[in-house]
């Protein structure tokens, strides 16, 4: 029986901060195992972000239309803060999890989740993007 080896120690690197900073950033030990059903349970899915709209009264959220190749989706993302013009993002293709339950959050449905990296680390958040471009609503895993 496959048994994984232990965590490695915690190691830093110095990464951009959500203000803008070069910090040093503590990489996060690994999360428990999980078994290859459980993930393939999530639905991760690629899509283009087709508008970025405002949503009254949010500091955080804003409203992107994505298109997953046979229908589209209002998926709220709170990136607001994250970026000098959050519309930047229009026309790029990235992950999200689509198989969620929806959420109401600020009044509006989101049905997904963005998929980016960074956020939890309390670093600037990137966008997780293809190499190439692909077919709207094609699967990751």
């Not at 298109?67 to 970026?83: M, V, Y």
């Not at 989740?113 to 958040?125: C, K, N, R, S, V």
């Not at 966008?127 to 990751?140: S, T």
């Amino acid at each position: 029986m496959y048994k994984p080896h232990a965590p490695a120690p915690a190691l830093t690197s110095v990464v951009m901060h959500r203000d803008q900073t070069m910090k040093e950033m503590k990489v996060a030990p690994i999360k428990p195992t999980v078994a290859y059903d459980v993930f393939g349970q999530i639905d991760i899915r690629i899509g283009t972000i087709e508008r970025v709209e405002h949503i009254a009264g949010a500091d955080k959220l804003v409203k992107l239309i994505v298109d997953f190749g046979d229908h589209k989706r209002t998926i709220l993302a709170g990136i607001k803060l994250e970026r000098k013009n959050p519309r930047e993002i229009e026309g790029i293709q990235t992950l999200f999890v689509v198989n969620l339950e929806p959420r109401k959050m600020m009044g509006e449905v989101s049905e997904g989740m963005l998929f980016d990296i960074g956020y939890a680390d309390g670093i600037t958040p990137v966008l997780a993007v293809p190499e190439k471009p692909i077919p709207n609503g094609a699967r990751a895993g």
